[in-house]
């Protein structure tokens, strides 16, 4: 799915300082993904992913429909 984005959109145009804080962003939390995965059972930590996916994209419609009134 992303490199269909970056297919039909193209890079984002960011700074160098960003792109290094992007990556120090991935890597951090791989190394932190890493680390929890072997402390927390998968089934409740895709509930949990699940439940904040769609908290998250409820709160965004609701932002998103406040904003345009």
């Known amino acids: 799915m ?3 984005s970056v297919a039909a959109k193209g890079l984002p145009q960011l700074t160098a300082p960003i792109w290094l804080l992007v ?3 991935i890597a951090t939390g ?3 993904g890493a680390a929890l995965a072997q402390r927390v059972p998968e089934r409740p930590a895709r509930l949990l992913i ?7 994209g409820g709160l965004t419609t609701l932002g998103e429909g406040l904003w345009s009134l």
């Open 30 to 32: 791989s190394v932190i």
């Open 23 to 25: 990556a120090a962003m």
């Open 50 to 56: 699940v439940l904040l996916l769609a908290l998250t």
């Open 2 to 4: 992303n490199a269909l």
